[in-house]
């Protein structure tokens, strides 16, 4: 997917460049972006597995509702990602199944 | 524990709102809402508003937003984003989070603004990623300017349909077609003429059959249906998109109404179950206030008077007495009462009118004839004039009130057509860049003897320059005849709308009213769906547990269940993280459809609080630290 540069009505200011990594992998996102628009930009559309039929999921409402989004994110299992800012270093993972709880809570 | 008279709950048109005029009169005022932004769906919509002054008409969305933002903060408002409310307990003590923080609020009033949430469309493979709300995309592209996809099919040509596909447009998106299963289009046609005469098809009594793709969506196939909504065999059409935007419709967010132990009515004409309440929008609750699409799905410029209502209302009733004098407060009640009396005029009002009239168990609400002339498209015979293609009876009127010669009249019934006196009108062609509905044009058949002029309000990219050879199209957006552009205006006085004045011939000065810069008509390449996909495909309505609809027709056969509660307690459905929001309604149609019977007999599941997923370490915290 691409970031949306020109538009008649709108602007978008370039944002400072946010590091992260999406399964390992260095993805950088902007400033102002949340977890699930930066993966969006980086055209990864797929964010958990279903917890039975294991299919893939991305978001839906992209307002925090409908949990379809939901990853792991610095080791915590369900983070709705639509409303969650980035951060730089922030490790977001796939979500298999219901997430499991990390000691750290 | 935090005490405030009124506590608002929800930051947009109607709660911003609320809280603005609640301070104004002397009330002390918080305001809590979920996002870290504050404006609610306004922040995302670029087209300007209907509606009259009042309500910022001829005002574009995001920037009403920061309006009421800034008078809500002026009249001393307490704003609190990114505080997300859990529950209304008995003792009318209010819970909310905020990251990992748990506070508890004890309010006199509560005014609960909480708007709605957007409807759910099963069918097999909807859970694919590329199935996207119409507040997703709309996030997506025009908060965070990231683009949902390369092509997009719309479903549902209602208001919120027809917007999203002109913005998605905007925003340099294709959007394939606009598919809607009723037998109209159900929005404003003005919105519906934007995308028209842009090439968008719209096609009514059509429904999404089935999408496709591995990972996320590749491609989708549409069918259309019989008067009975069936589909009709052979009609099936496939289209190449990897974005399937549903606009389907909203339902109240009630979730904390029915928490609170309010009485609740199922109203199909307001989106389904509301709270009662009375013509001060008090619930039966006596201290809960409700206002907006919470109270039932409407515009937000009636959200916004909602909001104002319920704000003077739950000041006027504190037991500490404001600044609020009766004289005042009857004084305001009126305008207000009127405002919203007018915005709810003509067909568009209807839903508001009967549902108001249902839930107040009155007869249904008379409105009273629309006096105006009828609507008149003929372009004066010579000279530069504005043709005003104004469609529906819909309450605005920027365009009388833009005219710096008075050509324009409305009237006070807002819901008039405009009139426009030839006498008056110099052709300045302000009023285009202010009807939200870009239906006004300027037609100059004086432009030379060959050739007619015409001027039209343009929002997209890139702009044409002077000079420019483009295709004229009428308002299907079927080409008409080469054309060139004469003009290009822009400037602040005109809000970020361009006007583009091209010329044809005098013979086309009734049809050309668009154009396109390359000289491409849009084609619609042949695909074919894949054959892999069973004919009989089961579709998941409960993503958060996957639960199919055979799963839910089972139950409903085999175990006999007869409601919402009892296919929750056998499959799940409606336990995960979203909390029923996303297949509930689903789930009672299935079970109307199933068992025969009226849908408003269901009724959801048992809600209560938390109503957002709370990790137990948060709530132990705040145990612990109440009791030291």
């Not at chain 2, 069918?123 to 694919?128: A, C, E, G, I, K």
């Not at chain 2, 609740?264 to 009375?278: E, S």
């Not at chain 2, 089961?538 to 027709?553: F, K, L, N, Q, S």
Request: with cysteine; hydrophobic share 40%.
């Amino acid at each position: 997917m691409r970031r949306i540069t020109e538009h008649p009505i709108l602007t978008f200011k370039q944002g400072k460049g946010i590091k992260f990594t999406f399964d390992g992998k260095p993805i950088e996102g902007q400033e102002g972006d949340t977890i699930a628009s930066a993966l969006q930009a980086a055209g990864v559309r797929v964010f958990r597995e279903s917890i039975n039929l294991h299919r893939p999921r991305g978001f839906f409402c992209a307002i925090g509702r409908c949990a379809n989004c939901s990853m792991v994110v610095d080791g915590v299992p369900n983070t709705k990602v639509c409303v969650t800012r980035l951060r730089e270093g922030m490790t977001v993972e796939t979500q298999h199944g219901r997430g499991r709880l990390d000691n750290r809570l | 524990m935090i005490n405030t008279e009124i506590l608002v709950i929800g930051g947009g048109p109607a709660g911003l709102c609320a809280a603005a005029e609640a301070a104004e009169h002397g009330a002390k005022v918080l305001l809590l809402d979920d996002k870290d932004v504050l404006g609610g769906q306004l922040v995302k919509q670029t087209h300007m508003f209907f509606g009259s002054h009042l309500q910022y008409a001829g005002t574009r969305g995001i920037d009403i937003a920061t309006l009421l933002i800034e008078n809500a903060k002026k009249t001393g408002v307490e704003l609190m984003p990114g505080h997300t409310v859990t529950g209304i307990y008995e003792d009318g003590v209010v819970t909310a989070l905020n990251g990992g923080k748990f506070i508890k609020i004890k309010p006199e009033k509560i005014i609960v603004a909480t708007g709605a949430y957007e409807n759910m469309l099963a069918f097999p493979n909807s859970d694919l990623p590329g199935v996207y709300g119409a507040g997703a995309v709309q996030t997506l592209m025009n908060v965070n300017g990231v683009a949902p996809g390369n092509r997009v099919l719309m479903v549902g040509a209602g208001n919120i349909g027809l917007i999203v596909a002109y913005q998605l447009l905007q925003a340099g998106i294709d959007v394939a077609a606009v598919i809607e299963v009723t037998d109209k289009i159900g929005g404003y046609y003005v919105h519906a003429n934007k995308i028209r005469r842009m090439g968008v098809p719209i096609l009514t009594r059509h429904t999404v059959k089935q999408v496709w793709g591995k990972k996320s969506v590749e491609g989708a196939t549409v069918v259309q249906v019989d008067d009975k909504f069936r589909p009709i065999a052979g009609s099936e059409r496939n289209y190449a998109v990897d974005t399937v935007c549903l606009a389907v419709g909203l339902t109240p967010l009630t979730e904390l109404l029915w928490n609170a132990g309010c009485e609740m009515k199922y109203i199909p004409a307001l989106g389904g179950h509301v709270a009662w309440h009375d013509e001060n929008l008090r619930t039966s609750r006596e201290n809960i206030y409700v206002c907006g699409d919470a109270s039932g799905i409407e515009e937000a410029s009636s959200a916004m008077i909602e909001g104002k209502v319920a704000g003077l209302n739950a000041a006027r009733t504190l037991t500490r007495k404001t600044n609020l004098t009766q004289k005042a407060y009857d004084e305001r009640l009126k305008d207000l009462r009127a405002q919203l009396g007018q915005l709810r005029r003509g067909p568009f009002g209807e839903k508001a009118r009967m549902g108001n009239s249902v839930l107040a168990g009155l007869p249904p609400a008379i409105d009273e004839p629309i006096e105006s002339l009828p609507k008149d498209y003929r372009t004066f015979p010579k000279g530069a004039r504005v043709v005003i293609e104004c469609e529906q009876n819909i309450p605005c009127n920027p365009c009388e009130a833009i005219c710096p010669h008075n050509a324009i009249k409305v009237g006070k019934d807002i819901v008039n057509y405009p009139q426009l006196d030839p006498e008056k009108c110099t052709a300045c062609a302000l009023c285009l860049t202010r009807c939200p509905g870009l239906s006004l044009f300027v037609v100059n058949k004086d432009y030379s003897p060959t050739e007619t002029e015409i001027s039209l309000p343009f929002e997209m990219i890139p702009l044409p320059r002077k000079g420019d050879a483009v295709d004229a199209l009428d308002r299907q957006g079927n080409f008409v005849c080469k054309a060139r552009v004469t003009r290009v205006l822009t400037g602040k006085k005109f809000d970020r709308t361009s006007i583009v004045s091209i010329a044809v011939e005098h013979k086309y000065a009734d049809t050309a009213r668009h154009f396109r810069v390359n000289g491409t008509p849009r084609l619609e390449q042949k695909i074919v769906a894949p054959a892999n996909i069973p004919e009989d495909m089961d579709a998941i309505i409960c993503v958060c547990e996957d639960v199919t609809r055979r799963e839910i027709e089972k139950v409903i056969a085999r175990d006999r269940a007869q409601s919402v509660d009892e296919i929750k307690r056998l499959l799940r459905c409606g336990m995960g993280p979203c909390q029923g929001k996303t297949c509930q309604r689903l789930i009672m149609q299935i079970l109307a459809g199933k068992l025969g019977r009226n849908i408003a007999e269901f009724l959801p599941q048992t809600y209560r609080g938390p109503m957002k997923p709370a990790p137990m370490g948060i709530l132990a915290k705040a145990y612990d630290e109440e009791k030291n």
